[in-house]
């Protein structure tokens, strides 16, 4: 059964060590449990990025909660690229596990149908295979005679997400952003901060269930008003361009990304 819990409770059930898997900025970023997370000192996480990431990323990697980091991408789009993340990867701070997003979504996708690895082709002659050892090149054992690529199942130990409602059975609010989903389906647990929760059943009309995530794959939901701020939230509101741009030039530096860090803890806390 889906538990609501308070923001802080939500973060706590993150712990040091894991593996988190957390989405693209487009579909819902749950920056405010990623304060609460930051703030409770939790650390040695190996995020994975579903498939690419931005400002949740760099500010984890910043705050030394990232241990290892499976991406396509990270980058703040228009505000440039991702400060910390590339400081970081010079330092040698984080283990990079570079990927694809085919990639990444097929090694979910293996983890939700409960198979060790996922066949992809569109990595064949890519260098990247020279950095990713644990994915093989074999022959494919149907069809042409052909070379497939095997990547292995990712199976995080925490999907975390922010989405515009649950119900209060604990159904979420998804609309088309099925790598959701994925994720749900693909991790231990589920973690879902949500805009607010209603009282009507999301599943109620076959108009409004067909953008639902079933609560069977939803562990735990809290409230969280402008949750996904300063990134945007469909259907809810824009993402604030100006502050992802005055973190981009606070970031560069290491005291301006800790000033940052501090003030952005510290609005999400009141906020909360």
């Not at 703030?39 to 996480?45: F, H, P, S, T, V």
């Not at 969280?224 to 993402?239: D, K, T």
Request: proline share 5%; net charge negative.
């Amino acid at each position: 059964m889906t538990e609501i819990v308070a923001l802080e409770a939500l973060a706590g059930r993150v712990a040091s060590g894991q593996s988190l898997a957390v989405p693209v900025d487009r579909s819902g970023v749950a920056m405010a449990a990623t304060a609460a997370i930051i703030a409770a000192g939790i650390d040695n996480l190996h995020l994975v990025c579903v498939p690419i990431s931005g400002m949740q990323a760099d500010l984890l990697i910043g705050a030394g909660a990232v241990r290892t980091l499976e991406t396509s991408a990270i980058s703040l789009g228009e505000a440039g690229g991702a400060p910390r993340f590339g400081a970081a990867v010079r330092a040698g701070s984080v283990t990079l596990r570079d990927a694809t997003c085919p990639a990444i979504h097929a090694g979910l996708m293996a983890a939700q149908h409960g198979v060790p690895f996922m066949p992809i082709a569109g990595i064949i002659g890519s260098d990247l295979l020279e950095v990713r050892p644990d994915w093989k090149v074999i022959d494919s054992p149907v069809g042409e005679a052909r070379k497939v690529v095997v990547v292995p199942a990712i199976k995080p130990d925490v999907a975390l997400f922010h989405a515009p409602e649950a119900d209060r059975a604990g159904n979420i609010r998804i609309g088309r952003f099925r790598e959701l989903a994925t994720m749900a389906y693909a991790a231990k647990r589920t973690l879902v901060t949500v805009e607010r929760i209603v009282d009507h059943d999301l599943f109620e009309t076959e108009d409004s269930a067909a953008g639902v995530l079933p609560s069977l794959y939803v562990d735990a939901i809290a409230v969280a008003e402008r949750g996904a701020w300063p990134l945007a939230l469909w259907n809810e509101y824009p993402a604030d361009e100006a502050e992802i741009a005055r973190y981009a030039a606070m970031a560069r530096s290491e005291d301006g990304f800790r000033a940052y860090l501090s003030t952005f803890l510290s609005h999400r806390k009141q906020v909360a």
